[in-house]
């Protein structure tokens, strides 16, 4: 009954190694637009939670960001659309001034879904004349950071909307499911060994990095082993039949108390039907694939199944060393399954890249030397380190391009709407 | 710059006194759709706050009103729109079922406003058919409860569009002026004495009234006086100068306790701008016009601003015995201001009915003899007796024919988002 | 293995009759002395709950006002005990000024509770001198006020320390049992009926009354019956067993979602234990008596079970009206059982005063020509006329002398930790 | 007119050195009583906050916990004072069983305070009996967790003491100041830069540490300077006036919330009076000393300041390696000054222990390698690993003897009841 059109994200996917600067700019914005055609305008101006913004606010924001910080500054003569929007929807950048309560974006029914994408028409056709012009340094990287920003949104945009659906009764489909799609089995857990040493981490300088990236430092990593692919559904039903959500000496004190005060009883989504288990997805609500990787699952969970498994988190850094070992590919939002696929190759480190972030062992905290950079694009990543916790690798709804070997994304480790799943590590 | 059409009430206004029961079902079930009619589906799916409810979501759970209990009782063969639409669109029926929690109403972008369109067309035509019937007396009931139901969500409908449209920075209009009307001068305050004595009060069972309003019985009431119209904005601005929101003796202690901790330095939609004051309105934000009923004000606001003025409040006997000496009429929802508007008759006590509701001083209790009705129906009125108080006379929100000198409206005394407001009283 | 001593109330006792205002103000602060005798100055301190107040608060607050509102104005050359004890022991004087926040009473164990048995024996001599003088009938009249304050004080500091002996997992007894006292059966239910009219209620003016048992004034009451006696613990099983706590259709909206919330099964205090029930009590957790009335039930609790039970609660009017055909006298403190004991007169209208008090159906109001008293001790009752139920009739921890035809108690609905019961009615 | 007698610590204070087992453990309970002892009965019953507990508290739980962990198991034919003091006295303990909730600590005024100095000494006459006896190596080590348990906790009931008292109005001193104690002025500030390289770190085995200080590992250090002394009064006051709790841009996202939401405008305890800063303290409130250390500080400020001056705070490994350039001594509990004193000697690095807690940059997290030790005592320090940050070299609160190079004290970043300060670091 759901009559969604499929988004067809691969027409407008961006083969970024190939693309111009311009290219992927407008690629990416493109693909804004194409991840929001399947939602009418009611799906998008509603906020699922705290946490999640609307999908029309996430068209907004990002397009704000591109006015705010570089068609003001850049483009001579430029006008904005329309001088409320940067009340309306600046995120949290105290420096730009003051903004719309985040707990409300959901009230913002004015301006409407057809204004915001006029909106976007109308910065789009100024950075089009911007991009036309002998770019500075300057504002070359601010594209760059625009695009790479607006890509982060573009996952929120998809994990936000799935808040959204799963909190009503209906349970739609964002995509209805592809048929000819087969999850097979898992490949067998293997274990690879890395030597210790002291390694450079961060990132180099070539190409793009969020701040938080560096300064590329040495860092001193002891053998370790790393598991050959992310812990799977079938494994986490065994951790919830083995007593994992009722046995408080597994978890963290803070992790317990907040189980208990909201009645964990499995990832987030999950519910048991009919003697099995079912959990709500894009694809609207399916049986759980015993053969992919858990998703939606807390830190402290993640931290919780590591220590009843007898095993534990790996580092940032054993992450991101180990991480040289494999392509820098996977299923991420391009390969269109908009759900954690199976890693069913055997004895190979894999899925590394795509499928569910992984949490880390690591808070996320700055790098040894890391200054944030003046003004309001300081306010990027540097006021949030402080009670997060590193993931690595990306996820099934990470934009192609936006996946790094040094990218550190973070959230707090009670937060389960991401595709957030882990992959053990131990000692070697 | 606000491109909505006016929703032309007019044209669906139904002449109470002339209608069938059948064409006031229809003229009911026709003007909710146009209250609705100039706002878009996002402004319809929003929850503004959890007093209030989405547009979308009143149009629905009126008509699974006339589904739940009616059609399915009493038209054979009858096959529900939905069957989901039950859990859905229950309000707070106990006996029925589960229901979606009330502060989530505002997320149910599924079933979208079109379906919403669809299921009011669906089952109009099912009331249809069954109005073509010989209907039961209880039927008849039934219906003639629906359209008052309907008409009762028609009021909160605008109230709650009202808080929506308030919580945004763009302040839109739900209509815009018409630059035709103008408002007056307030006549001047003047009083009614009126004699003591036992009094029958309460609906004496002729045409239709709601279970709370009777049964019919004598009370006893004092030798009073009553303003002639209602407090005005002129007036309110006095008590506001004269200290009235930072004196805490003129205050009810629960009251004084939730205007500190929220803040209030007026009514509600209230700003200073300019050296002046301006009031969000169903027009737009708007100089507040002096010479208007001061409404959007708490009972703890209109006790004190009583008090500050060495008068009280009047009592719902008071009032309803004091309505008896004029017609039943006044500026509701029909007369097509969507604000309220000056007392302008000099010596004559006016203003009963429309314009704002009045705040008596009587706690909202069953009146001797109450019984709510058994079933489901019984939960309409009865099992909120407790912490609100009596409201009188209809507002400019108030629909047609949904006046009565025996309507019993009840609010918690903190609520302002109402078209609240007072007439002063004293004893005799 | 409780080690208190029994506070010997008896000695202490006003006989209220005989008594001066001398004397009975003396008997009064001596009485307050012995029930905190039992009490450690650790039990004396803390605070239960935000709705209760520590016994040494009690202790100091009813001597603060004696200070406060008599002896700095009418006793020359008096000088306070220590200035900075009205910020500590103002209860809720806004006109008197600022005062520590009430949820944070139990914060203050200085000055000790030592200092607070000084300063009491300091403002009882300063109070010796003053009533030595010829007193104007302002300064009687307030010594009245303060007295029947202070007995207020006395039942609140016997229901506190019960909040906060329950509150504890040693359930320690505040008094032993006394082992010679045996309850008995509890007579049968039985009604009496009362003829309707107009009837004068309200307190006449002689002798002292709270402001709010005034004016006197008519009130029309209909026909009506009354149960003789409360009821009981036993008929109480009978609805929980009838799933009294099940049923949301007895309920007021507002108490259904209070017991849903709170998780109620029964009154406060109450336990299942070895298939019976217990109930922490002042004397330690006993046994619940089948036949004393049920105690510790909030209003939304009374109501519903009187909906159960076919009948409903009586107004304030009816019950004033009643209580004219029995003497004023009951199981008040005095009496020494320090728990409700069961009525076991057959056939009589009984247990109106003491016991329980009864939750009657009436808001808490001002009666018609009601005017708050200028100043703080205007403070006194007027503020809280709103969002309470008035309780008639006197408990088992009501002082000697608070109780009268006409007092006029009142809480929240949602209130259980006084001795609160019920008493049923029904049209005649 | 404060009347509490100094506690003589002196004459209890162990002389950690040249003690046994035997005479530390009961130099180290004698020493609790010794801090209660200025404490009225009263004083010990309270909590000031959630994260408070009563001394009561403290007294009774480090007792339960030799009671609980060592005579329980180790002393043949022990019997509990009171089986129900383990639910009562309990912290944390998931592996025990139930316990008393957190909150609610502060309203077990049974048993009494006389009742836990009767519980002291009943468990220290049986770990007299104990101690006669040969010890295993496991009892051994149990004895010391326990002293270190209770030397915490010792620190803990003084700032617990401080919140209590500095939440009245009254303002009292638990020791009243020692008037031949002048405070001089501070050192300048100076610094010492310390070479990188991989150093060992963490506890090397050799006597007590806890758990949560090893495994001993290696770390990679980089060069870096550290100040000589911890940041002053009066450098805190140019930050203040810098507009330091006013500019957003200096603070962590998370921080800057809480001091909006919570109106921070400095260290916790200070306020303006008569044009300069009263600071409470368990000398009462006093003037703040300019020369002093700041104290009361959460992470979220001492990182806000650290950004405003230019530098950054150290990390834990950087404190610990140069901790071990000064011996391992300061102005701890023992020195009595019962506050932060200046720090005094111009270039050199000082003030490393005693005085103020240092907060680190660094996450509280386990060591690599780390495993909690199974059962109850494996919650001691594990659990904790989330959300905090580490703390190093202790304070004028902290035990003699209960400083280490190698402690890692840990706070959650927004606390400020604790003695906390801060030292600024640099890259060299």
């Known amino acids: 009954m759901n009559l969604l059109h499929n988004a067809d994200f691969a027409e407008t996917k961006p083969s970024t190694e190939s693309l111009s600067l311009r290219g992927r700019l407008f690629a990416t914005r493109a693909l804004s637009g194409a991840l929001a055609a399947p939602l009418s305008d009611e799906d998008q101006v509603v906020q699922a939670m705290d946490d999640a913004s609307p999908t029309k606010w996430h068209l907004a924001h990002t397009t704000w960001f591109f006015e705010a910080f570089l068609l003001k500054r850049f483009l001579p003569g430029y006008g904005v659309f329309d001088e409320r929007f940067e009340y309306c929807f600046n995120s949290y950048y105290e420096s730009v001034g003051a903004r719309h309560p985040r707990p409300k974006r959901g009230l913002l029914t004015r301006p409407s879904a057809q204004q ?201 850094f054993e992450w991101e060393v180990a991480s040289r070992h494999v392509p820098l590919q996977g299923r991420t939002l391009g390969a269109g399954h908009l759900r954690a696929m199976p890693a069913q190759q055997a004895g190979a480190l894999q899925q590394m890249f795509g499928d569910v972030w992984e949490w880390t062992a690591s808070a996320y905290l700055p790098y040894p030397g890391f200054k944030a950079a003046p003004g309001a694009v300081g306010e990027y990543n540097g006021k949030f380190m402080c009670n997060q916790f590193v993931l690595r690798g990306g996820s099934c709804a990470t934009p192609e391009g936006h996946v790094r070997r040094t990218y550190r994304n973070f959230f707090y480790p009670h937060q389960r709407w991401q595709f957030t799943g882990l992959r053990l590590a131990a000692d070697a």
Chains 1, 2, 3, 4 share one sequence.
């Open 116 to 316: 915001v994408r006029d909106y976007r028409a109308f910065v789009d056709a100024a950075l089009g004349r911007l991009v036309d012009q002998a770019l500075s340094p300057e504002a070359e990287a601010l594209i760059e950071l625009g695009i790479n920003h607006e890509q982060q949104h573009q996952e929120l945009l998809l994990t936000d909307i799935l808040a959204l659906f799963a909190a009503g009764p209906l349970k739609p489909a964002y995509r209805e499911a592809d048929p000819g799609v087969r999850a097979g089995k898992a490949a067998p857990l293997e274990w690879t060994a890395f030597d210790g040493g002291v390694f450079a981490v961060g990132h180099d300088g070539e190409g793009f990095a969020y701040d938080n990236e560096g300064p590329r430092h040495e860092e001193l990593i002891r053998p370790f082993k790393l598991a050959s692919r992310c812990v799977t559904n079938a494994e986490w039903v065994e951790f919830i039949e083995g007593g994992g959500y009722t046995t408080p000496t597994l978890w963290l004190a803070d992790g317990w108390n907040i189980a208990k005060s909201q009645e964990w009883t499995g990832p987030l989504y999950v519910e048991e039907a009919d003697g099995g288990f079912m959990q709500m997805s894009l694809l609207g609500s399916r049986p759980v694939d015993p053969a992919a990787p858990v998703t939606h699952v807390s830190y402290y969970e993640a931290d919780a199944f590591a220590r009843w498994a007898g095993y534990r988190l790996p580092t940032e």
